[in-house]
T-cell receptor
Framework: DADVTQTPRNRITKTGKRIMLECSQT?????MYWYRQDPGLGLRLIYY???????NKGEISDGYSVSRQAQAKFSLSLESAIPNQTALYFC?????????????FGPGTRLLVL | AQKVTQAQTEISVVEKEDVTLDCVYE???????LFWYKQPPSGELVFLIR??????QNEISGRYSWNFQKSTSSFNFTITASQVVDSAVYFCALSENTGNQFYFGTGTSLTVIP
């Protein structure tokens, strides 16, 4: 079984709809991250969480919110989806260590906002 | 300014050729980590290697090798005797001891032609 899972894997929604992307991990890591990937732009950090009570904005947090329901679960919400949020979304996890440890990624969620 | 620069957007090689993917980084920290990830056509991100700033020893893993040179702030990745299965987008990333973030390059798309 995959260590980091994301649901759904694919989603089509309409402008203005609220949508939630979920991430679960069995790696026992305390740190979790949400990224989006756009062609030619690499990965950009949306939000990150170093433990259940710690939530931090990343580079591009506008239009997104997150919830860390448990150490193993980290959800990303688009309150009112817009077409330019069409992207590939990745969840990642890492353990606490010296500096930033290796991040392990989920399989990604392809989101299309019409 | 970009913290991680992958100047090669796309590279095509014929099978069995060697290919080097360039990565140049920028940081003021003396302690940092560098990473390479592979993203095959299926979309997932696969961790390949992590190197810390105190270890400039080159590393070889099968057909893969990495050349870390602090003097030129580069962490280049060479695939020897390329195979079609090496076709993917490859990302270089940097994490600094301060700032608690990963910085990804924009990726290099490698196509290996049979």
């Amino acid at each position: 079984d995959a260590d980091v899972t994301q649901t759904p894997r694919n989603r089509i929604t309409k402008t203005g709809k609220r949508i939630m992307l979920e991430c679960s991990q069995t790696k026992g890591h305390d740190r979790m991250y949400w990224y989006r990937q756009d062609p030619g732009l690499g990965l950009r950090l949306i939000y990150y969480s170093f433990d259940v009570k710690d939530i931090n904005k990343g580079e591009i947090s506008d239009g997104y919110s997150v919830s860390r329901q448990a150490q193993a679960k980290f959800s990303l919400s688009l309150e009112s989806a817009i077409p330019n949020q069409t992207a590939l979304y990745f969840c990642a996890t890492s353990r606490t260590g010296f500096g930033l440890e290796t991040q392990y990624f989920g399989p990604g969620t392809r989101l299309l906002v019409l | 300014a970009q913290k991680v620069t992958q100047a090669q957007t796309e590279i095509s090689v014929v099978e069995k050729e060697d290919v080097t993917l360039d990565c140049v980084y920028e940081t003021r920290d003396t302690t940092y980590y560098l990473f390479w990830y592979k993203q095959p056509p299926s979309g997932e991100l696969v961790f390949l290697i992590r190197r810390n700033s105190f270890d400039e020893q080159n590393e070889i893993s099968g057909r893969y090798s990495w050349n870390f040179q602090k003097s030129t702030s580069s962490f280049n990745f060479t695939i020897t005797a390329s195979q079609v299965v090496d076709s993917a987008v490859y990302f270089c990333a940097l994490s600094e001891n301060t700032g608690n973030q990963f910085y990804f390059g924009t990726g290099t798309s490698l196509t290996v032609i049979p």
